[in-house]
């Protein structure tokens, strides 16, 4: 086996799963002006539903799209019932507020679905694809391309359609917004929905090649905060870098250490947040 090629590989199968996330905390932001520190429970919500409907019986199909369903749900409500009636609390609270959510949804899912890593069958199976000494498994290939369209497609959607331009125009000036005629409400719910389909979305491609437990939410918004923190919060800019973030991820891991994957990867997010600070004088900030 080439470790350089296989590093390659599973860089990209990783940093198709952070484009995704990126993308989906880059739009909630950009809609909002709020981090949800809660969006990676959409990918945890997602995983453990459709292991625990395999193991009753239901079909994996139906069991996906009552999945993502439910991912949906999870984060339109966030948004309709704990930030949008506390949109006159200030920011840095209502950050926290989505923390606690977070926390909130881990104890529910420990309690539904237990301690132990789950999974599910994969949804395309076969012999691993052989390309210069690296093996890449049909679901992964699957997970490179799919995640990285529908990230592109969210992006594209956001520039081009004229749903997508009203959804930045919330998130420039919601009062202006809502003078020309926007549903403000339900501009955030779509974008927020958006952002729950793309995190559930990274949780039916990635979980059929590993396991999901109840934790996994916060790891992945971290992942997904440092890559869109890479794409200084641009949607365009999340695919390539959370590409850039899973292959570096992936060479930290096979040529320094497994164990010292998580510090380096933190250290590069303080590094990129004194490195955007630069541009803040006397109170003032840049805008996303």
Same mark, same amino acid.
């Given at each position: 086996m080439n470790l350089f090629t296989q590093s390659i590989i599973s860089g990209l199968m990783a940093g198709a799963v952070y484009a995704l996330l990126a993308v989906g905390l880059i739009i909630t932001f950009r809609t909002s002006r709020i981090l949800n520190l809660a969006y990676g429970e959409t990918y945890a919500i997602t995983g453990?539903?459709?292991?625990?409907?395999?193991?009753?019986?239901?079909?994996?199909?139906?069991?996906?799209?009552?999945?993502?369903? =439910?991912? #949906? %749900? +999870?984060?339109?409500?966030?948004?309709?019932? *704990? /930030?949008?009636?506390?949109?006159?609390?200030?920011? @840095?609270?209502?950050?926290?507020?989505? =923390?606690? #959510? %977070? +926390?909130?949804?881990?104890?529910?899912?420990? *309690? /539904?679905?237990?301690?132990?890593?789950?999974?599910? @069958?994969?949804?395309?199976?076969?012999?691993?694809l052989r390309w210069f000494g690296g093996a890449l498994p049909p679901q992964g290939l699957l997970l490179i391309i799919a995640g990285i369209a529908a990230a592109y497609a969210a992006t594209v959607f956001l520039a081009t359609t004229r749903l997508g331009k009203q959804l930045r125009a919330c998130a420039a000036n919601p009062d202006a917004a809502q003078l020309l005629g926007v549903n403000v409400g339900r501009a955030r719910a779509i974008a927020f929905g958006i952002a729950g389909l793309l995190g559930g979305l990274a949780a039916v491609l990635l979980v059929p090649l590993t396991s999901v437990d109840f934790q996994a939410g916060l790891a992945m918004t971290l992942r997904g905060f440092i890559a869109a923190a890479l794409a200084g919060m641009v949607p365009a800019r999340g695919v390539p870098a959370g590409l850039c973030l899973g292959l570096f991820e992936s060479f930290v891991s096979t040529y320094v250490d497994a164990l010292a994957q998580d510090p380096i990867v933190f250290l590069v997010l303080i590094v990129i947040a004194l490195w955007q600070s630069r541009r803040i004088r006397h109170g003032g900030g840049v805008r996303a």
């Open positions: 453990l539903t459709v292991a625990l409907l395999m193991n009753a019986g239901v079909p994996l199909w139906l069991a996906i799209a009552v999945a993502l369903a =439910l991912a #949906v %749900a +999870f984060s339109v409500a966030l948004d309709r019932f *704990v /930030l949008q009636p506390r949109s006159h609390w200030p920011i @840095p609270m209502l950050i926290l507020v989505t =923390l606690g #959510v %977070a +926390f909130v949804s881990r104890g529910v899912l420990l *309690v /539904l679905a237990g301690i132990d890593p789950l999974s599910f @069958p994969r949804l395309v199976a076969g012999k691993p």
